[in-house]
């Protein structure tokens, strides 16, 4: 609980840190926004580019032209400083000979005091300088950060170096606090940093991991390890200055001060937990003795003694006794229960005997007979006892349901050799089976009946020879069977009314002969195969009848 409570801790200092991101992110933004709109208003004023402009010309103005622009133009410079919190100064520095004006109009030669002279044509922003423009009173606990931009005209000649600033303070707070367990810093695109001078040492020492940090937590924080130390670094991308700032924060103290506020809880939850231990004691005591009760009256029923369990009380260890009583009485019954079985199990096992001798005696007889055709070479008797013992042979195998489709062929073939014994006209049997699929295992006599109903109900009537065809071909890895005659065929009201009969979920009216044959099958598919299989018919009058039933390609047909 302990662990996971830090964990919580942890995870609010993380989120405090994200908002405290979040807030210096928006700060830097709005300062930059207020920089970059003075800049553009100065930039865009004509009438101190005009100014600039006579001077670097040598042209003269009237003193009340003078006393007119340092009023209007240099005041409203100044004006902009006072008003906005955001600006410490605005300052040019005029490529001319001009009247300088504190605090914000100076020659261009003063421009060589600042330390940021000869950085500023490479990128806007200066980090971190002091305000030299008059060396003689430097205020060196003024660290300032500036927006510094050259002003031209439409020929491109400078015409002055535009400086507004603002305290580094207000852009990134917490850069001066003397707080060991947190640190800031600016690290720019070419590997500068800058950070106060107490923790510059830290930085320098731990410069690979700082840049580490600043290469992969683009506006991130996250827990890691810094100095040696846990903390939560953060970084914040700041692309229109060329770098990005750096704020880590050690948890040390926070988790510390998590952990000093949780021992009262924790000599809470030490009391508690003896007073629960003396409880449950005698609690516990209490039910082993019942248990030990219940346990000894067990060993006896065990014994085989003929006992009732004790089930005074409410408790569980009473319902544990009444439960083990009813185990007993529903013990005996299914004794019984399992004497009766297992002898109605030797009893078809005897029956099934019988069964399997009368079989072979009735393929036995039949072969007897057939041998007596031969001799009296009547030898299209003797074919057809063939067929007929091997269709009783097939009938009579002992299996779990599920043949090989050739075993079914062979059997539906030796069918139509006795059937054309009765006729005065031939069914033939076409086949169109690949040999790959003769292997394929489908439930035993599923094709029969189809065949059976093409005959009777199909073919009879015209008394005429005609084919039945199987065919079998594959589809998405089902193997497709089709059973096909040229025969009557049925309207579309009997088709309709036979399929109802076919997907009946109550099964067929056993009063009714038509579509007994086809139900079955198409029950046992499903059975087998799944709800998605079964049978479907397809007819049209004085034409054709045609039933498809669908097996899937399984790994053990295939």
């Known amino acids: 609980?302990?662990?996971?409570?830090?964990?919580?801790?942890?995870?609010?200092?993380?989120?405090?840190?994200?908002?405290?991101?979040?807030?210096?992110?928006?700060?830097?933004?709005?300062?930059?926004?207020?920089?970059?709109?003075?800049?553009?208003?100065?930039?865009?004023?004509?009438?101190?580019?005009?100014?600039?402009?006579?001077?670097?010309?040598?042209?003269?103005?009237?003193?009340?032209?003078?006393?007119?622009?340092?009023?209007?133009?240099l005041s409203a410079l100044e004006t902009m400083t006072t008003i906005n919190p955001y600006i410490y100064q605005v300052r040019l520095f005029v490529n001319a000979d001009i009247t300088e004006k504190k605090p914000s109009f100076y020659k261009i030669s003063r421009l060589s005091n600042m330390d940021w002279a000869d950085t500023y044509k490479y990128s806007p922003w200066q980090i971190d300088y002091l305000d030299k423009v008059f060396p003689d009173s430097v205020n060196k606990n003024s660290h300032l950060i500036g927006l510094v931009s050259q002003i031209k005209d439409d020929n491109g000649r400078l015409l002055a170096i535009l400086e507004i600033s603002t305290p580094l303070e207000?852009?990134?707070?917490?850069?001066?606090?003397?707080?060991?367990?947190?640190?800031?810093?600016?690290?720019?695109?070419?590997?500068?940093?800058?950070?106060?001078?107490?923790?510059?040492?830290?930085?320098?020492?731990?410069?690979?991991?700082?840049?580490?940090?600043?290469?992969?937590?683009?506006?991130?924080?996250?827990?890691?390890?810094?100095?040696?130390?846990?903390?939560?670094?953060?970084?914040?991308?700041?692309?229109?200055?060329n770098g990005c700032f750096v704020h880590i924060k050690g948890i040390k103290d926070t988790v510390d001060s998590?952990?000093?506020?949780?021992?009262?809880?924790?000599?809470?939850?030490?009391?508690?937990?003896?007073?629960?231990?003396?409880?449950?004691?005698?609690?516990?005591?209490?039910?082993?003795?019942?248990?030990?009760?219940?346990?000894?009256?067990?060993?006896?029923?065990?014994?085989?003694?003929?006992?009732?369990?004790?089930?005074?009380?409410?408790?569980?260890?009473?319902?544990?006794?009444?439960?083990?009583?009813?185990?007993?009485?529903?013990?005996?019954?299914?004794?019984?229960?399992?004497?009766?079985?297992?002898?109605?199990?030797?009893?078809?096992?005897?029956?099934?005997?019988?069964n399997q001798i009368n079989a072979h005696f009735m393929y036995n007889v039949l072969e007897t007979i057939k041998m007596m055709a031969e001799i009296k070479s009547e030898f299209e008797i003797s074919d057809a006892i063939t067929s007929l013992g091997q269709m009783f042979r097939y009938s009579m195998k002992w299996t779990s349901g599920m043949v090989e489709l050739s075993e079914e062929i062979h059997y539906i073939q030796n069918y139509l050799n006795l059937l054309n014994l009765r006729f005065d006209y031939e069914i033939y049997l076409s086949l169109n089976i690949p040999d790959k699929y003769m292997k394929l295992r489908i439930p035993k006599m599923s094709l029969q009946p189809l065949v059976e109903n093409s005959v009777?109900?199909?073919?009879?009537?015209?008394?005429?020879?005609?084919?039945?065809?199987?065919?079998?071909?594959?589809?998405?890895?089902?193997?497709?069977?089709?059973?096909?005659?040229?025969?009557?065929?049925?309207?579309?009201?009997?088709?309709?009314e036979l399929r109802e009969r076919i997907n009946a979920a109550d099964g067929v009216d056993e009063s009714k002969e038509h579509g007994r044959a086809l139900y079955n099958v198409s029950k046992r598919l499903k059975m087998y195969f799944g709800a998605e299989y079964g049978l479907q018919i397809f007819s049209k009058e004085g034409v054709y009848t045609k039933v498809l039933i669908k097996i899937p390609l399984d790994k053990e047909n295939q």
């Open 1 to 73: 609980m302990f662990i996971n409570m830090s964990g919580n801790a942890k995870d609010i200092a993380l989120k405090d840190e994200k908002i405290y991101m979040k807030t210096f992110l928006q700060n830097a933004n709005d300062i930059q926004e207020v920089c970059n709109l003075a800049k553009q208003t100065i930039e865009q004023n004509d009438s101190i580019k005009d100014y600039i402009k006579l001077r670097q010309k040598g042209e003269e103005l009237s003193s009340s032209e003078k006393i007119n622009f340092y009023k209007k133009e």
């Open 170 to 241: 207000n852009m990134f707070s917490g850069y001066f606090d003397e707080n060991n367990s947190e640190l800031c810093c600016f690290v720019d695109n070419n590997g500068g940093i800058y950070s106060s001078d107490k923790n510059k040492k830290i930085f320098d020492k731990n410069r690979k991991k700082l840049f580490e940090f600043t290469y992969k937590l683009k506006n991130k924080s996250v827990f890691a390890t810094f100095n040696n130390q846990s903390c939560i670094v953060s970084v914040s991308d700041l692309p229109s200055m």
């Open 258 to 354: 998590f952990y000093m506020s949780q021992i009262p809880y924790l000599y809470v939850m030490l009391i508690s937990t003896a007073i629960f231990i003396i409880i449950v004691f005698f609690m516990i005591r209490n039910i082993f003795r019942r248990f030990n009760i219940l346990t000894s009256e067990v060993a006896q029923i065990e014994n085989g003694e003929n006992i009732k369990l004790t089930e005074s009380g409410n408790d569980e260890i009473s319902e544990l006794g009444k439960q083990i009583n009813k185990m007993v009485v529903s013990l005996d019954e299914l004794n019984r229960e399992n004497t009766q079985k297992q002898l109605l199990v030797k009893n078809a096992e005897i029956k099934s005997l019988q």
């Open 456 to 496: 009777y109900h199909g073919i009879e009537n015209m008394a005429e020879d005609t084919y039945i065809y199987i065919k079998a071909f594959e589809e998405n890895n089902v193997v497709n069977i089709e059973v096909s005659d040229a025969g009557a065929g049925m309207s579309e009201e009997k088709l309709q």
